[in-house]
T-cell receptor, first 114, second 111 residues
């Protein structure tokens, strides 16, 4: 069974479009995250949600809007996509909210904006 | 600003070799250092280190933290091709609301 799953795995789209990435975890964790990994492999946290409530919101353009319909799901919607949004986006989950807690990552969504 | 620097950037070894990966950090109110292995897809957790001088070990992998000198090393002995991956180091603060990743060390193990 996949612990943390993301869809789609690959997303190729044009500048200016709006797209969504979905994430689901079946670990029973309370906290979920979105990370962006750029071409230099730096992973940067974007958001974290605990039980559907936004906990961490790093300096991310407001074109990015996370939505958590329930604690097992955290979706990422991106408006007006830009070239610089091209990256791999990882969803993760952990039992508790503190960032030192072991996180379980999804397989990533590779986004390419043309 | 919190900073995590990993070295070397990349490393090519042969099966059976021993490698040491380095991670140095500057972080306000340090809590823990974490090591992750990233193969083609998702990072997977390896170790969490909180106390200085205590080695964590899992099979051929081991890691130790030096809180005085602000670094950690990850050792892999008798490397295998399956160890080929990017190894990521991350540092968390006390409040648990900041996790800073280094840029990773890309390890390639040749048969």
């Amino acid at each position: 069974d996949t612990a943390v799953s993301q869809t789609p795995k690959y997303l190729v789209t044009q500048m200016g479009n709006d797209k969504s990435i979905k994430c689901e975890q079946n670990l029973g964790h309370d906290t979920m995250y979105w990370y962006k990994q750029d071409s230099k492999k730096f992973l940067k946290i974007m958001f974290s949600y605990n039980n559907k409530e936004l906990i961490i919101n790093e300096t991310v353009p407001n074109r990015f809007s996370p939505k958590s319909p329930d604690k097992a799901h955290l979706n990422l919607h991106i408006n007006s996509l830009e070239l610089g949004d091209s990256a791999v986006y990882f969803c993760a989950s952990s039992l508790w909210t503190v960032l030192w807690e072991t996180q379980y990552f999804g397989p990533g969504t590779r986004l390419l904006v043309l | 600003e919190d900073k995590v620097v990993q070295s070397p950037l990349s490393l090519v070894v042969h099966e059976g070799d021993t490698v040491t990966l380095n991670c140095s950090y500057e972080v306000t109110n340090f809590r823990s250092l974490l090591w992750y292995k990233q193969e083609k897809k998702a990072p997977t957790f390896l170790f969490m280190l909180t106390s200085s001088g205590i080695e964590k070990k899992s099979g051929r992998l081991s890691s130790i933290l030096d809180k005085k000198e602000l670094f950690s090393i990850l050792n892999i002995t008798a490397t295998q091709t399956g160890d080929s991956a990017v190894y990521l180091c991350a540092v968390a603060n006390n409040a648990g609301n900041m996790l800073t990743f280094g840029g990773g060390t890309r390890l390639m193990v040749k048969p």
